[in-house]
């Protein structure tokens, strides 16, 4: 494969760049907000995950409902639109102040609108974007440009609270949304989709149950929502119980975020397609074991073991089945012209998978016992060890057909 077809090109930056910020967006409202309602009810991690589940139920319903809308020409117009709901939300913030906590569920139905605004455009944008070669580039560099932002980022957060106010750090916050909006300005696409071909989720589904790697790669999906925001939302509970301070949480969130940065650089250079299936088995080995090791000696270091191990191999795993992902959607064989289709089917199975997750959550929680959360995570790393070995056979076969 030639050099000029690997080179990501102008736009991918621009989509590079503003995922960044999203990712510094999502970063304060999962770790920060969740400490900050965590702190305003006594550590209870009920109300957090009921901030989850409207997240995702509404962004269900979002795709379904605008999905149809969303792919005649109004994509671009649905992309900006996020970016100003950022802004609606975190006037909320910063007006409702304390009393968040009374209208998480506001702030939910906010953010899954948001998402849904948001994810949609940015996946199809990518998928047209992006020639074949470029997928691993792409979400390599681009996952450890986020996770680089994830270094400075909450260290910079959590001194800003501890010496201002969480509020304070909000209005920061929503001047980056802005910036996110500039960018959006200066994006150039042109829906490779017929104008006459509607959208349709009746004929995408009979064409779906025809083709086995959509399939497959949609059960892969909902299983990677189950284990994505949950296991996020236990481990920052557990540092917050264990470290206290929002400085320490920002500590220790940007070192192991240096960690991610570090294992995304290296295989956005040199990993391949014919080397995904070794690398997802390998990483979703170390992920379960690791677990397993807090979960039956718990301590410190154990916890801070798998954070390391989670940090770098968690992530990864994600990245690729994200890859494959992307490289079933471009598939002209597998999913032809209904890429809007499948792109909007796959958020709905993982805003499912998250909110099962968030549920579970929410029954440990009503045992008020923390013993259960270290099995919990085990579980989680379970799940996603058998992820990891269904995308590897995913991929095997996506490079094997190929």
């Not at 795709?63 to 975190?90: C, N, P, Q």
């Not at 909450?154 to 909000?170: C, H, M």
């Not at 220790?252 to 294992?263: D, G, P, Q, Y």
């Amino acid at each position: 494969m030639s050099e000029r077809k690997l080179k990501l090109e102008r736009d991918s930056y621009i989509l590079m760049s503003i995922y960044v910020i999203q990712a510094i967006v999502a970063l304060f409202l999962n770790t920060f907000l969740s400490a900050y309602i965590f702190n305003l009810t006594d550590n209870n991690i009920v109300p957090i995950s009921w901030f989850n589940i409207y997240t995702f139920a509404v962004l269900s319903l979002f795709y379904l409902i605008g999905a149809k809308w969303m792919t005649h020409g109004h994509e671009m117009l649905v992309y900006r639109l996020s970016f100003v709901i950022d802004l609606i939300l975190f006037s909320m913030i910063i007006y409702l102040k304390e009393q968040s906590v009374q209208y998480i569920w506001v702030l939910g139905l906010i953010w899954g609108i948001e998402r849904g605004a948001y994810y949609f455009p940015q996946n199809l944008f990518s998928s047209v974007i992006l020639k074949d070669g470029q997928v691993i580039k792409f979400n390599g560099y681009q996952t450890a440009l986020s996770s680089f932002a994830k270094i400075v980022m909450p260290i910079f957060l959590g001194w800003f609270i501890d010496l201002n106010s969480f509020i304070s750090a909000s209005v920061f916050i929503l001047a980056l949304c802005i910036v996110k909006l500039i960018l959006s300005m200066m994006l150039n696409y042109t829906s490779p989709r017929p104008k006459e071909k509607e959208f349709s989720f009746k004929v995408f589904s009979e064409f779906m149950f025809k083709r086995k790697k959509v399939r497959y790669a949609l059960l892969i999906d909902f299983i990677r929502g189950f284990v994505t925001t949950a296991p996020d939302a236990l481990i920052v509970l557990y540092v917050v119980y264990i470290f206290k301070t929002n400085l320490n949480l920002g500590i220790f969130t940007s070192v192991f975020a240096l960690c991610t940065v570090v294992a995304h650089a290296v295989f956005g250079r040199y990993v391949k397609y014919n080397t995904l299936k070794p690398l997802l088995i390998l990483c979703g080995l170390t992920t379960f074991f690791g677990a397993a090791y807090f979960s039956f000696i718990p301590s410190k270091f154990s916890f801070i073991l798998f954070n390391f191990i989670f940090a770098i191999g968690g992530y990864l795993i994600r990245t690729m089945t994200n890859i494959n992902f992307y490289r079933v959607s471009q598939n002209e064989t597998e999913v032809g012209i209904y890429r809007a289709e499948y792109i909007t089917i796959r958020e709905i199975f993982l805003s499912i998978g998250k909110m099962l997750g968030c549920i579970l959550l929410i029954w440990v929680a009503m045992y008020g016992n923390k013993e259960l959360v270290k099995y919990l995570i085990t579980l989680f790393s379970l799940f996603i060890l058998v992820m990891s070995c269904m995308s590897a056979d995913l991929s095997q076969k996506l490079t094997t057909d190929k």
